[in-house]
């Protein structure tokens, strides 16, 4: 609330200048007319009517302000009531003018009519001592001097909390836009998770359908097994799909939940420890899979272990797709002491292999390798076939880890 009254006058310069400007006219220029006739009264207007500029146009309302106070001193026998706003417009042009040679201009000239006004009305012809000049012109002189101190203290003040809401919106502006880096990192990383969970759950789907297809007409086992494999795949694939989309949903927005009263997934993001899992689900779609893990095998961080299994499943999915009907796959693993190198190979296509250019398989590995710093290789090998290979660096603590076991 007492901000609120506070700001109120900051926001309403004019409103407030031009209350101020008519209450300091209506109580002296009346008094000018009456006193001193018409030259006391359109001096009483000079020294009043600029305070409405008094903000906007400082030094130029100090000047007709001050023009007006020295005709006052040489027209007419006594000073008038209206010198009250020199000291509002000598407040304002120390708070507000932007130029340093104005602002220190007007507290010269208000210093220096401190003595004139006095001298000039005839405070020494009316008195043997001239201590009873100098003591009105001093006293008048040390208030135009504390008016102008106090005028440069509050520009000061406005000038200094001015740059402490300038740095909090930037701050603020900042703050915003990491935010929305970040919700636009988190989005691509999400994008990864579904292409990968897609592209590798249709491409099972798609193989296990045309296998089942072919092997229906001879063997009916074969087929009721490859319908099996296509319905475990594809409750698998919802399940990481509804998963990841909860994720994207608004806050506040209801959880719909999984269907037919089954429990709510809360499945871990899947590691190397499940690649034993996609090797059989892979072999179960017909490509067969040769698989070495060599080095000092153990656990990693959770973010490196997912980059490796993504990348291992992203390398077979191509694999699937592309590689041909006779195609085989191999998978190598290294654990060295600094890096996990991976290595996944098949004798498929290769370059002949078709591509519509709509995937997004390789863009997304070479993704997760640049978050952890490593290295990627994709494409096709001399003598047929494709391969990827990829080298993720391993943090200190991994080493130690490693080193431990040795």
Known sequence: MLGSIYDWPRRRPYVVDGVLTAFLGLSTVPTGFATDGVIGGLLSVGMIAPLFWRRSRPARAYAVVALSCFAEVLFLEKPMTANVGYLFILYSVSAYARQNPVRYIALGVGVLG???????????????????VLIPSTALAILVAFIWTFGDLMRTRRAYVGQLEERARRLEFERDQQARLARSAERARIARELHDVIAHSLS?????????????????????????????????????????????????????????????????????????????????????????????????????????????????????????????????????RDTLNIHVLDNGRGLSAHSDGQGHGIHGMQERIAVYGGLLRAGPRDGGGFEVVAQLPLSAEERRRGAKRE
């Open 114 to 132: 401190s003595f004139l006004g006095p001298l000039d009305w005839g405070l020494l012809q009316t008195s043997d001592d001239a201590a009873d």
């Open 204 to 336: 099972v789907v798609v193989a296990q359908a045309d296998g089942g297809l072919y092997a229906g007409e001879k063997n009916a086992d074969a087929a009721r097994t490859a319908l099996a494999t296509i319905g475990q795949t594809s409750r698998q694939a919802l399940s990481e799909m509804r998963r990841l989309l909860g994720v994207l949903r608004t806050e506040g927005e209801p959880d719909p939940g999984p269907p037919d009263g089954a429990a709510p997934d809360r499945a871990p993001q899947p590691s190397l420890a499940q690649l034993p899992d996609l090797i059989a689900q892979v072999r179960a779609s017909g490509l067969p899979i040769d698989v070495r893990i060599t080095g000092d095998e153990r656990p990693l961080a959770g973010g490196t272990e997912l980059a490796a299994y993504r990348i291992v499943q992203e390398a077979l999915t191509n694999t699937l797709k592309h590689g041909g009907p006779q195609a085989a796959a191999a998978v190598r693993l290294d654990y060295a």
